[in-house]
C-alpha cells in the first residue's frame, strides 16, 4: 500500500498546493487510440533510401537502481488526501521522487498493478517517460501527468499492444509531475526499467516525438529546430490541399540530419539542401520524420530548417518587370507619334521588340512570403502570328524568375504605314549621326498568370518588324574653308 501522508508545507514554483486527493488507481487514464500513419497509404514520393521505422536502435542512458522498489507498487491503491503542507512532491503525489536520467529496476507481481514515481521541474522541459524491457507475454501502460491543485492532469500516454518499449513525451513548465506505469495485462518476473530523461534544449515545435503529436507544416513557413538527444525524433506532418499535385521541399541541414517521409509502407530518405518537387495526392496528409544520423549525431545545438512550398499558394509577384534589350532604335515610342494614330490601345504601350521580350519578378503568397518553383505562364499574341504557344518560367528556389519569351518577329507583320522617326540628334557627328528612320511596326499583347490564372501583369507592345535607316546627315570639319559642313547620306 502506498505510505501515509505526513503535513508539511510544500512550495511549487512560488504557489502553494491546495488541499487535493489523488488515487493513482483512479487517475484520468485516458487510452484513447491515437492516428496512426502505418496502416494507411497517405503518399507516394520517391526517394533516395528506404527503411523500415523499426529499424532504428535507440540507446536510453538511464542510471538504474539494482534492486526493485517495492514500495513504488501496489495492486490496491487506497485514497489518499494530501496537504497543502506536504514537504515534498512525493509527499503530495505519494510517489516516490525520481530524479530524471535515472530509472528503476521493477517487476510486476500481479495485473493491474502499478508504480509511480514525480518530479518537481524547475524550469521548462521535455520530459520523456521510459518502460523498457517490457515482456514479450505481457501488456504495460505508461502515463505522465501534471499534479497540481487541480489533481492529476494527464500530459501523454503509451499502451502499444505487446510492445517491448512504451514512451511518453510532453513539453512542460515549472511545476509537479507523476509518471506512472501498470500491468494492464498480465505480470511476468521479468523485471523492466521505469525512469525518465528531462530536455531542457529544446525547440518550439517540442514535444512532437510522436507521429500523434506531430508539428503541422504551414504551407511556405519557415521551421527551425534541433535535436535536442540523440534518440529525439521530431515528425511533421503536411496536409495537402484538394486541388494540390506537387509539393516543394526544402531540408537545409547538415549530414548529421536525416529527413524521411512516410511512403505508405517503409520511411523514405529525402535529400538534404536542395529544393525537391514532389508528386502528392490532394486531400491526404504527408507524414516526416527529422531524426540523427546513427553514427554521427548532431549537438543540440546544431539547427536545422525545413519549409514546404505549395505553387498553388502563389497569390502575386513584386519587382515584377518586362522589358526588352535586343539592339533596337527604341524610337518609335518615345517620338510620341503612336499617340496621333488614336489608338487607345496603345496610350500605355512602351516596349518595343522585334524578337523576344523579358519577364521578372518574385513569387510570393498571401503572407509575402517567396514561393520557390512556381510556373508562371507568359500568353503572347502578335498582329503576324496570332496567339503563340504559352510559356513557362519556372522560378528559382527564392521564387525570383527571369526569362526571355521568342516573339517569332520574322513573322511580324506591319499593321500600317511605316513611321518616319528622328532620332533627336539635330547637330549631329561622324560617330553621333542625326539620323531618320522608316520603322514598320505591329501590334502585341501580352498576359502573364500564377499557376492559380492570378493575373500579374498585360499590356500591349510595339513588336517591331523592321527598322530602316532612310537618311543621316552630321557635321564634319571643311578643310577648304576652315569651318564645318553638312554631309547627308
Partial sequence: MLKAIAPAALLLVSSAVSAVSVDIKNAPFDRTPVPSIYNED?????GEKRREHGDLTQDYSLAVEPKTRRSMLSAEP??????????????????????????????????GQFACVSTLVETETKIEGLLLNIPAEVNYDLFL????????????????????????????????????????????????????????????QEANDKVSQSTSL?????????????????????????????????????????????????????????????????????????????DNPPPASAQYSLVAHNSGSAESVTDFKAWNNENLTKLLVQSGKLYDLGIPQLKTASIEAHDNINFSGTVRDSDN??????????????????PLDTVILLADENGYFNGSV???????????????????????????????????WGVGYYEVYLPNDTKIDSNYFIHICQEKLV????????????GSKLTCL
Avoid at 503525489?93 to 528503476?104: H, I, K, V
Avoid at 495537402?240 to 517503409?266: C, H, I, M
Avoid at 512556381?374 to 500568353?379: D, H, R
Avoid at 537618311?471 to 576652315?482: A, F, L, V
Wanted: aromatic content about 10%; proline content about 5%; hydrophobic content about 35%.
Fill in 218 to 294: 504551414q504551407t511556405n513557413a519557415v521551421i527551425q529546430g534541433n535535436l535536442d538527444n540523440t534518440n529525439d525524433l521530431d515528425f511533421f506532418s503536411y496536409t495537402v490541399e484538394p486541388d494540390q499535385v506537387k509539393l516543394n521541399l526544402r531540408f537545409s541541414a547538415s549530414e548529421q540530419f536525416v529527413l524521411e517521409t512516410w511512403s505508405g509502407s517503409s520511411w523514405v530518405q529525402l535529400p538534404n539542401n536542395q529544393l525537391g518537387a514532389y508528386s502528392v495526392t490532394p486531400n491526404t496528409t504527408v507524414n516526416f520524420l527529422v531524426r540523427a544520423t546513427a
Fill in 78 to 111: 487506497g485514497r489518499q488526501t494530501l496537504s497543502a503542507t506536504g514537504s515534498s512532491v512525493a509527499e503530495q503525489t505519494g510517489c516516490p521522487n525520481l530524479d530524471f536520467g535515472s530509472g528503476l529496476s521493477l517487476t510486476f507481481s500481479a495485473q
Fill in 406 to 440: 521568342p516573339l517569332k518577329g520574322d513573322e511580324c507583320s506591319a499593321a500600317r504605314d511605316p513611321i518616319n522617326v528622328h532620332n533627336r540628334v539635330h547637330r549631329g557627328s561622324p560617330t553621333n549621326p542625326s539620323e531618320w528612320w522608316d520603322i514598320y
Fill in 471 to 482: 537618311k543621316m546627315c552630321y557635321y564634319e570639319r571643311d578643310y577648304n574653308t576652315g
Fill in 145 to 204: 501527468f501534471k499534479h497540481d491543485e487541480n489533481g492529476l492532469t494527464q500530459l501523454d500516454a503509451s499502451f502499444q499492444a505487446n510492445a517491448a518499449v512504451e514512451k511518453t513525451f510532453a513539453k512542460v513548465q515549472p511545476g509537479a509531475y507523476v509518471l506512472v506505469a501498470q500491468a494492464t495485462q498480465g505480470a511476468s518476473a521479468d523485471p523492466v526499467v521505469f525512469g525518465w530523461q528531462g530536455y531542457t534544449q529544446i525547440d518550439s
Fill in 369 to 386: 512570403n517567396p514561393v520557390p518553383l512556381t510556373s508562371v505562364s507568359v500568353k503572347i499574341e502578335t498582329s503576324g502570328s496570332g
Fill in 42 to 46: 497517405y503518399v507516394d514520393i520517391p
